[in-house]
């Protein structure tokens, strides 16, 4: 993960192999970054990914064949960096450079505005389809940014959508051209530092509060439910599946 400056904006190239496949290491590094971003004296930062990838979502092939405790941790670990993000008080933009699948789609809500490029690329939730469910990490960003009517084909379907689909359901909040999504991007990351930093700050937190505070009070017992999930016959199979399809594409 690389980060550049323009001005009081923090620009994150997210670099983390093929895909940007959410690994330990890519949590961790997340992790790590947004302690540099909030310890500098950045106002505001934009995730961007690299090539035709925001994120791929979870690194499916690390992850089958673990055992139960290892799952556990593992999914520990992403709910905390996911909650980091959404948390931060620096304002945050994703600029979606390129597919943005399962937990790259949820990365992109964590933020605070989602702008996507219109090129042929994909975003969307589609843990359904294999089998595992969502947790309040994921849920609670989803009602507080998009419409009540799209968490159907969004959550409980598990749709991808291409860009001008998604900006219909708000998903993502604005379609720009690719040469023209850094740019605005940052743009609309520096419309977001017009308060002081104090200022920004307090008002982040009490419009995404309430919706952190039902996240780790729910986090343990769905935390639990989503193992239950994910060790179950059809989602073990539909991952095997999964797993297989991206091993043959390499």
């Known amino acids: 993960m690389e980060i550049q400056r323009q001005g009081e904006v923090a620009i994150v190239s997210l670099r983390a192999g093929r895909a940007n496949a959410m690994d330990e290491g890519f949590l961790r590094g997340l992790l790590r970054l947004f302690d540099e971003l909030e310890s500098s004296d950045a106002r505001a930062a934009v995730l961007t990914g690299y090539d035709t990838y925001f994120s791929a979502g979870l690194a499916l092939p690390s992850l089958l064949g673990l055992d139960r405790q290892k799952i556990a941790s593992f999914m520990a670990l992403f709910e905390t960096a996911m909650r980091r993000v959404f948390a931060s008080p620096l304002p945050v933009v994703a ?6 699948i399962a937990g790259g789609c949820v990365l992109a809500l964590e933020c605070d505005l989602r702008l996507i490029a219109d090129s042929p690329i994909k975003i969307g939730l589609n843990e359904v389809q294999l089998g595992i469910g969502l947790p309040a990490t994921v849920i609670e960003p989803l009602r507080l940014q998009v419409p009540a009517s799209s968490h159907l084909p969004i959550a409980v379907e598990g749709n991808l959508f291409a860009p001008s689909e998604a900006k219909q359901l708000g998903l993502v909040d604005e379609v720009v051209p690719p040469s023209e999504l850094l740019s ?11 308060g002081s930093r104090e200022a920004v700050a307090q008002v982040k937190h009490a419009l995404r509060g309430p919706s952190l505070e039902r996240m780790e009070k729910a986090s343990a017992p769905q935390l639990e439910e989503w193992v239950n999930a994910w060790f179950s016959s059809a989602a073990q199979e539909r991952v095997a599946n999964a797993v297989a399809q991206i091993t043959k594409k390499r």
């Open 95 to 100: 600029a979606v450079n390129g597919h943005a």
């Open 184 to 194: 605005r991007s940052i743009e609309r990351a520096r419309s977001l530092t017009r």
